[in-house]
């Protein structure tokens, strides 16, 4: 389902209430909320909005586990962290237990080694079924979403829940969760706005299935929710 809003500040708004509306299900239901973050500048109004007055009492931060959808292989001092930039913004200002938030990101052990030790931890919070509440999600230019970027033979992992890789064009490493463990997810919410996303998200939601060259389309809920929230000016003619 696509959703278009005005402006950017819709789109932050809708997001942050879905986000509560989901947080206080998962914890009525089951006692906790698991939830996927993302990086990019996409989500920052989004955090910001739910570390505000208006929104962090609307939540038990208690209950509620963090992981993210993919890191670039940098400490969290590192500006191109996705974490850094979710604490600064979110986590550092609402009252969630450190030993709830799970950081993509380990000092002194390879990519590869702790795309394992991750896929372990999901499965001890979330079980063998591996689904998370609510999955944040933003899209690039290029179609690609979390670190599944076209071309990439990560594209066609069926088995790992979790994979790291070396991204040549960027000449660094990545981490990142697989289509399989995303499209088991509860309620999916992809976020994109502004003109530069338009050509993407045209071909992602109405071209030809071609998922290798706009990885975005890899992503369908296998019985959850998939929910695009865009500007008009992504939205084109769409």
Request: negative net charge.
């Amino acid at each position: 389902m696509i959703q278009i809003y005005n402006n950017t500040q819709e789109i932050n708004t809708t997001a942050a209430d879905l986000f509560v509306e989901n947080a206080q299900n998962a914890i009525a239901k089951r006692g906790k909320f698991t939830v996927v973050l993302t990086g990019g500048s996409s989500p920052a109004g989004i955090y910001k909005l739910l570390a505000s007055d208006a929104y962090k009492d609307k939540i038990d931060w208690s209950k509620v586990y963090v992981f993210w959808g993919d890191e670039r292989w940098v400490p969290l001092s590192d500006d191109l962290s996705n974490a850094k930039m979710s604490y600064s913004t979110l986590l550092s200002h609402v009252a969630i237990p450190s030993e709830n938030i799970f950081q993509m990101y380990k000092d002194g052990v390879t990519p590869e080694e702790y795309a394992i030790t991750y896929e372990q931890t999901i499965r001890k919070i979330l079980g063998e079924e591996g689904k998370f509440d609510l999955i944040l999600l933003g899209m690039g230019d290029d179609g690609h979403t979390a670190s599944l970027f076209p071309g990439e033979a990560v594209l066609e992992e069926q088995n790992k829940w979790v994979d790291a890789y070396y991204l040549a064009p960027q000449k660094m490493h990545r981490i990142t969760l697989t289509a399989p463990l995303i499209n088991k997810a509860e309620k999916i919410i992809v976020v994109a706005f502004g003109e530069k996303k338009t050509h993407a998200l045209k071909e992602v939601t109405t071209g030809a299935y071609n998922p290798t060259t706009y990885p975005m389309q890899l992503i369908k809920p296998v019985s959850g929710e998939l929910l695009f929230l865009v500007d008009k000016s992504a939205a084109g003619t769409v």
